[in-house]
Nanobody, 126 residues
Framework: QVQLVESGGGLVQAGGSLRLSCAAS????????MGWFRQVSGKEREFVAG????????YYADSVKGRFTISRDNAKNTVYLQMNSLKPEDTAVYYC???????????????????WGQGTQVTVSS
């Protein structure tokens, strides 16, 4: 089973930046698609960004496009989410997710992911 651990969350003012990290266990990290989701209490967990396995294709939710960047370092078994120009609406618990997938496919639905981290809180003040 793949284990995921998020880090890098915190409190930041609107317009500021944060970089989230997700460290993954496993010997074949490059064969897994990775995604970031976020959830506010009482709301549905929503897709934020995803990156495919070896092809490295990325996809973003419209709400974060142009502000967030997902990347991966396969040598470190780590995926990142660089968040710039943060808005109060970005406040949420951010979750890292993983699933075995083809080199080009980016899952965008919660049920499509097999493994999840425990989440890290991001709070953006106005």
């Amino acid at each position: 089973q793949v284990q995921l651990v998020e880090s890098g969350g915190g409190l930041v003012q609107a317009g500021g930046s944060l970089r989230l990290s997700c460290a993954a266990s496993g010997r074949t990290f490059s064969s897994y698609a990775m995604g970031w989701f976020r959830q506010v209490s009482g709301k549905e967990r929503e897709f934020v960004a995803g990156i495919s396995a070896s092809a490295g294709v990325t996809y973003y939710a419209d709400s974060v496009k142009g502000r967030f960047t997902i990347s991966r370092d396969n040598a470190k078994n780590t995926v990142y989410l660089q968040m710039n120009s943060l808005k109060p609406e970005d406040t949420a618990v951010y979750y890292c997710a993983s699933t075995y997938a083809s080199s080009w496919y980016i899952p965008k639905l919660r049920p499509d992911y097999d493994y999840w981290g425990q989440g890290t809180q991001v709070t953006v003040s106005s």
